[in-house]
């Protein structure tokens, strides 16, 4: 997963948005959203497998609970003794304190990675290159990709301004046309201007080809987009959008439910 934008308590219909780009080489072994039981998690979560390292980029809780994952980019990155995959089914199982307690004495075992946990009232966020880790978030529209929480890259900050205008006209109901919307502005293929592309130590043509919200590629590019919304009435939704080589469309998948009292 490279870019997340999430929203909370900023639409009073639509208490938590996430909108998410997970880009990875198309060779790695993938399985689609679907339903599974984690045992990392200790329940039933909905999100896609890893099938390579095990675990997930994005997953939904039972409850309207997200916990997403992105890695760090750094020039030279020596993979850590366990898969970051693992880490958002951590988060849907324990509290934030006894997670951020695990994190802080286990972070050496992770390459770099940026951690959130989300609700429809608040989040947190960790990240083992946060000199400060362990963040509450409130409300507000946040952006998240390879870097630090809010980190302004220019394609952070243009998806997160596009989310942040979008949701001001989304109406209560009309889900599917605000799924819809978001996932069209995720496919924003704008490239950042040479003298705003960050530098992380993987070269100048690596970064151009990184700086736009959606990566179009043959061998590694952006190959899935997700939507989650949590309603004010309890109702959950979530679209997957996934993509093949060059940006072609392939399967879809929406999922509905209303949560529990």
Known sequence: MCLIVFSVQQHPAFPLVVAANRDEFFRRPTAAMDWWHSETAGRNILAGRDLQSGGTWLAVDED???AAVTNVREGSQVPGAHSRGELPLMSLAESRDALAIRLQTKKSDYS???LVRLDEHAGWYYSNRDAHPGRHVHRGTYG???HLLQTPW???LRLRNSVT???EGASADRTDDLHHNLIERLQDTTPAPDHELPDTGVGKD???FLSSPFIIGGDYG???TTVVTVSAIGEIRVTEQCWGPEGKKEGTRHFCWQRSA
Do not use: C, H, I, M
Request: without cysteine; positive net charge; hydrophobic residues 35%.
């Open 64 to 66: 309207g609970g997200v």
């Open 112 to 114: 770099g990675f940026n």
């Open 144 to 146: 998240l990709s390879n």
């Open 154 to 156: 220019p394609k952070l």
């Open 165 to 167: 205008d979008l949701l």
């Open 206 to 208: 690596t970064e151009r």
């Open 222 to 224: 952006t190959r899935a």
